[in-house]
């Protein structure tokens, strides 16, 4: 099973909003609604930050946000931080043998 | 506080085997399935394996299938991944992550694999 299409880098002034998208195919992210989003600073472990395409785990700023339609995800970051400056990995459940897939990774840089 | 420490990494030549090992603490271990994670240099995120809470049914990615084994101990809320034939490509950093419903709710800080001659 390939990897979920994201763009290897996006970017963005502070206090601007973002998107990164996240497609896959009708076989995962369009067939279930179990799409997380994940942040990882360098030489850091990667922390949930959406899961179930849309929810925010406790503690999570809502400037996070996510959404889908058909085989694609989103994730939007409103008000840019300079700590917002990370990776972004997107993962979906796939119901196979191999339950799992993540995206590439986008590089979000804050200017 | 929910946490998970891995450890067990290190280098070793190619055809070597690995035993990584993941602590689990702050959280009813026995209650969640568990996965392995991993990240080449410089690459992004590959699940790796993951094993049902009582330990019935474990999954693997294509490419460590027939090499690796994941398995837990509920008694001792410890998670472990036994490693053998490793390749180059296996060269990661390991990570130990709970899976809560579907999704990896929280991550250790990982172990660094380095399979190199």
């Known amino acids: 099973q390939s990897a979920l299409t994201q763009p290897a880098s996006v970017s963005g002034s502070p206090g601007q909003s973002i998107t990164i998208s996240c497609t896959g195919t009708s076989r995962d992210v369009g067939r279930y609604n179990y799409v997380s989003w994940y942040q990882q600073h360098p030489g850091k472990a990667p922390k949930l930050i959406i899961y179930d395409v849309s929810n925010r785990p406790s503690g999570v700023s809502s400037r996070f946000s996510g959404s889908k339609s058909g085989n694609a995800a989103s994730l939007t970051i409103s008000g840019l931080q300079p700590e917002d400056e990370a990776d972004y990995y997107c993962s979906s459940y796939t119901g196979t043998s191999s339950p799992w897939i993540f995206g590439g990774g986008t590089k979000l840089t804050v200017l | 506080e929910v946490q998970v420490v891995e450890s067990g990494g290190g280098l070793v030549q190619p055809g070597g085997s690995l035993r990584l090992s993941c602590a689990a603490s702050?959280?009813?271990?026995?209650?969640?399935?568990m996965s392995w994670v991993r990240q080449a240099p410089g690459k992004g995120l590959e699940w790796v394996a993951n094993?049902?809470?009582?330990?019935?049914?474990?999954q693997y990615v294509d490419s460590v299938k027939g090499r690796c084994t994941i398995s837990r101990d509920n008694a001792k809320d410890s998670l472990y991944l036994q490693m053998n034939s490793l390749r180059a490509e296996d060269t990661a950093v390991y990570y130990c992550?709970?899976?809560?419903?579907?999704?990896?709710?929280?991550w250790g800080q990982g172990t660094l694999v380095i399979v190199s001659s």
């Open positions: 992550a709970t899976n809560q419903d579907y999704t990896f709710s929280s």
């Open positions: 702050g959280f009813t271990f026995s209650r969640y399935w």
């Open positions: 094993i049902k809470e009582d330990g019935s049914v474990k």
